[in-house]
């Protein structure tokens, strides 16, 4: 399916025990990676098929959700999957998005894969959660795995869509509010650590080291080459560090810079525009904390101590 910015009008409404680890793979090529490529590495031989699209259906059920007889499509920039923000032309406010698959010449990492499936998870966990506000649980309206992911209503701005960049203090009203609403995302917890849908690690340092090594041999499939000793040494310099932290929680790990929706007049979060990226894992694993603004930093609470410190820059 082909989406443009167009007017629709619609009718109806293990690694083993890391101690010991060892990471020893074959010489490979000096290299650069590259998102696109004529050949997919061996891991992605086997995937899911991905069903064509239904454009009538989803716009029917978007109109449902929107209250509106026609449909305005803005396709979303700087999203790794193919993203489109869904609203009545006369309501810019609220609108649903649309997640859709990369174009097929793009390689995904190892852990950039299924993240339509893990959005959708995670909505379903959000759903039942009692701690958030209302305004800030959008709903899963429909999702096809590895076809599409249809979210919404939301209701306010995405930060991408400011025409203008905010003053300094109303920026630090909505990092406080940002901080505050990843604070209760993480508030919701799982026994074991790792993916959303099928956490099976009972320390976040195994589940790190298991992690790790996905990205050895995702360097492997581009090749390039990383300084394995060196990798091995720091994991084992800082296991009883990784291994410390007492709980998984829901973590948002990659948070685009202006993924984030809220109320243009008060400031207030109201959620975010990709939910796809979430793990079992320690809070400190988010790259939010990596550019955490003092707005950031009052909203969620303190974050020093040389533990998080150091699993932050892990």
Not at 269 to 280: F, P, T
Request: aromatic share 6%; glycine share 6%; hydrophobic share 35%.
């Amino acid at each position: 399916m082909s989406l443009a910015a167009t007017c629709v009008s619609i009718s109806t409404p293990s690694f083993p025990a890391l101690h010991h680890m060892d990471i020893c793979p074959p010489p490979i090529l000096g290299g650069t990676t590259s998102r696109t490529s004529a050949a997919s590495p061996p891991h992605m031989a086997a995937k899911p098929a991905v069903r064509p699209l239904d454009r009538t259906a989803i716009l029917r059920t978007a109109s449902v959700a929107l209250r509106s007889d026609s449909v305005e499509i803005h396709r979303l920039d700087d999203h790794l999957y193919r993203s489109y923000r869904l609203s009545d032309p006369s309501d810019d406010d609220t609108f649903c998005v649309l997640k859709c698959p990369p174009a097929p010449n793009t390689r995904l990492l190892r852990h950039e894969q299924d993240r339509l499936s893990t959005e959708a998870h995670c909505l379903q966990i959000l759903s039942r959660r009692r701690g958030l506000p209302i305004n800030q649980q959008p709903a899963l309206l429909d999702h096809q795995p590895a076809s599409f992911t249809l979210v919404g209503p939301q209701s306010g701005i995405i930060l991408s869509d400011l025409e203008t960049p905010l003053s300094p203090s109303r920026r630090r009203v909505l990092d406080r509010s940002l901080g505050q609403h990843l604070r209760r995302l993480n508030a919701i917890t799982c026994p074991t650590f790792g993916q959303l849908q099928r956490p099976q690690h009972q320390s976040w340092a195994r589940c790190f080291a298991s992690m790790l090594l996905e990205a050895v041999r995702d360097a492997e499939d581009g090749l390039v080459s990383l300084p394995y000793s060196e990798v091995r040494a720091q994991l084992k310099r800082h296991w009883d560090r990784l291994d410390s932290v007492p709980e998984a929680r829901l973590t948002v790990t990659e948070l685009p810079a202006d993924g984030v929706v809220f109320d243009e007049r008060t400031g207030e979060v109201r959620g975010l525009v990709d939910y796809g990226s979430a793990m079992w894992a320690d809070p400190m694993f988010g790259d939010c904390f990596l550019r955490a603004s003092e707005g950031f930093v009052e909203g969620y609470g303190a974050v020093g101590g040389e533990d998080q410190r150091v699993r932050r820059l892990l």
